[in-house]
Every structure is written in C-alpha cells, then in structure tokens.
C-alpha cells in the first residue's frame, strides 16, 4: 500500500471560530453581583398574642420619613454619625446587679440600654421612603453590630469576627472548626442583632 | 564579494499566528468560567443600591429572586411608571409572591428548602411601601430568609 502523507489541515480559521465564541459569550453573560445585606423576617404573629413590654430606655429609634431624613432618638441626624450613636446605644452596659455587661465599654449611663442582649433597635419607615435611604439605615446599623462583634472577637480571640466567619466557610482552614463556631455563637450571643422594624406609616 | 552582502529581502516576514487560537481559547474558557447566565430578562429598571456590610449570596441554586423598580423605558407605555414587582419573567402583582414562593419550593430538593434564601433586587428608588408589602407577603409565605441585594461601596452615595 503507499503511504501517502496526509495533508496539513488549515487552521488559519480556528481563531476565527474561537473569537466567535468569545465574544457571544462575553455579550450573553454578565458577571454577577450576589451580594448583599443578610435579614431574617420575623415570623407571622397570631392576633391575640401581646407583645412584650420592653423598657424604654432599651429601645433605639430610628425614623426615617418621606423626605429621607433621619430622626435619631427625637433628634435629627446625618447618616455618618448613625453609626457611632448605634455604638453607643448597644455599648452603654447601663444595667447594675444581674443585668450588668461585663464586656461593655460605653458610658454606662443608666438612662440609655442596660446591655446588649435587651437593647433594641426600632426601625420606623415611611411608605414613601426611597430604598435606597434604608439600605444606607440598615447598612451602618449592621455595621454597627459588626465592629461591635470585632472589637469583642479581636479581644477575646485575637481577630476579627470577619476573620472567623471567613476561617470558618474556608474549605482549606486547616484550624479546629468546631471550636471555632463555638467561639463565633458566643460572640453573636453577646451581641445579638437586635433590629426590630415597625410596619411603614402611611402618612 | 558577493558573499557577504546578505539579501535583504524588502518584505516583512509574515508574522506566525498559529498560536492566536490556544490564546483565543484561553480567554474564552476564562469567560465561560467564570461568568453565570443570566436568568431573567429584566423588564424593569434596576439600579441597586450601595452597602459595605455585606454578605456573599453563594450557592446559586438556592436563591429565589425577586425583582422590583420603575418599568423600563419600552414597557412604560404599557405598565406607567410606578414601580412593580417582577418574578421570573414577567411583571406580577404583589399578591402572586407567595405563590411564587411555593412554586420555587416544589422544584427544589426537600432536604434544601430550609436553606432556601430570597433574594430582593430592588431598585434604589423604589419606595419602602412596596417593599414593605413584599416582606409582608414572604412573612406570609414563611420565607423569612432574605438577602438585600446590594452594591459594593458606601452607603453614603445612596443619599444624594
């Protein structure tokens, strides 16, 4: 039989082909932006069941109203010191006897929260508030809680609670898992997020 | 003489593409990778807001999303300019939400439905009364896990 040796295929075009490719998946796909602020509603409460009386000076108002602006405690406030008054509402420790916080670093002032577990924050919208102004509400008073959390977690454990969350959902975190999540339950068990949201008045 | 004068050829070489394809390749399997089809057309205006304090949404699979805003500029003449709420692939009532919400819960797995997670894609200028509503009627559904969908940066821009 002779052998007769095949031809070159010419692949001149190839690029072609893949550049096709390329670029109808550049345009159909988009990188996604999955991330966001984690809640948890709470659930539907039956009629008749009466909610508990909780002190006032352990409750935090915030308000926001059809035209964005915030009411902080009675008082107008701009949102870059919401933060901070956030803080110092859940930091107080204002509480004495067995209702004192051990781990605060607040004022300690008896007229604001006793301490972080009964410390509530009351959210009040209107129906017209722009979402946009209560992502921003709800952002730094998540905040709030977080570096409330760090600053425990940098004390106790000698890192952040963000180090934590991110060393536990690491696959390749060679440290003892179990331990960790204790540690991260007892952080969130001091600090609570407590965030409490009336319905939205319509007018 | 002769010898030594090299001919110089007035030509360029051609350059050798043969290579071009393995680069091509290379960034499009880079593409396919990493970017996820989207699964909605989107038939309303949806321009989120900013947050920092956020948390990653993994595990597509189990994410319900909701979208809501102001109809787009090619549907307002049809559906007006007050903001809607859109499921899959079309606009809805505010009232079909918890029927969406037991429809995604049927074409999922039964041991992953208490991981299932919603996610609302609502535009920043929406007003919180809708938004309200929505949570209302997930707080109906039992769908109590949510997620904000947000964007990376500070809040502070969504103010002005």
């Known amino acids: 039989m002779a052998r007769r040796s095949s031809p070159e295929v010419n692949a001149g075009s190839l690029a072609d082909i893949a550049f096709l490719l390329l670029i ?4 159909t796909t988009t990188i996604e932006t999955d991330s966001g602020i984690s809640r948890k509603l709470p659930p539907m409460q039956e009629e008749n069941v009466e909610p508990p009386i909780i002190k006032e000076k352990n409750i935090f ?3 926001v109203n059809r035209n964005n602006d915030l009411l902080v405690e009675d008082e107008l406030m701009e949102l870059s010191a919401l933060k ?3 803080i110092a509402f859940l930091d107080n420790g204002g509480g004495v006897g067995p209702e004192a916080c051990n781990y605060c670093q607040g004022a300690g002032d008896p007229s604001s929260s006793d301490n972080p577990a009964k410390a509530v924050i009351m959210l009040v919208n209107d129906r017209q508030t722009e979402y946009g102004t209560y992502i921003a509400v709800q952002n730094e008073l998540v905040g709030a809680y977080n570096e409330l959390r760090d ?6 454990y000698g890192k952040s609670f963000s180090q934590m969350e991110e060393n536990y ?8 898992k179990e331990e960790l999540k204790e540690q991260i339950e007892e952080i969130r068990d001091m600090w609570p997020q407590k965030l409490s949201e009336a319905d939205p008045k319509s007018n | 003489m002769s010898k030594f004068t090299k001919k110089k050829s007035s030509e360029l070489p051609a350059i050798n593409t043969s290579s071009l394809p393995d680069i091509v390749f290379m960034l499009l399997f880079f593409f396919m990778v990493a970017t996820v089809m989207r699964q909605n057309t989107l038939k309303i205006q949806n321009t989120l807001p900013y947050a920092d304090q956020v948390e990653k949404l993994d595990k597509k699979d189990l994410v319900m999303y909701i979208y809501a805003g102001k109809p787009s500029q090619r549907y307002q003449q049809t559906m007006g300019t007050e903001a809607r ?5 079309n ?13 995604e819960r049927e074409s999922k797995r039964e041991e992953l439905i208490p991981f299932l997670t919603t996610a609302l894609k609502v535009d920043h200028e929406t007003n919180m009364g809708l938004v309200s509503d929505i949570k209302l009627e997930l707080r109906k559904a039992e769908a109590l896990k949510i997620n904000y969908t947000t964007r990376q940066g500070d809040a502070a821009q969504n103010m002005q």
């Open chain 1, 169 to 176: 959902d690491n696959v390749n975190f060679t440290g003892n």
């Open chain 1, 61 to 63: 108002q915030v308000i």
């Open chain 2, 91 to 103: 606009f809805a009532e505010v009232s079909e939400i918890q029927q969406f919400i037991y429809a």
């Open chain 1, 151 to 156: 600053r425990t977690a940098q004390r106790l």
């Open chain 1, 24 to 27: 109808f998946f550049l345009v």
């Open chain 1, 84 to 86: 901070d008054a956030a």
């Open chain 2, 85 to 89: 709420v859109q499921l899959n692939d």
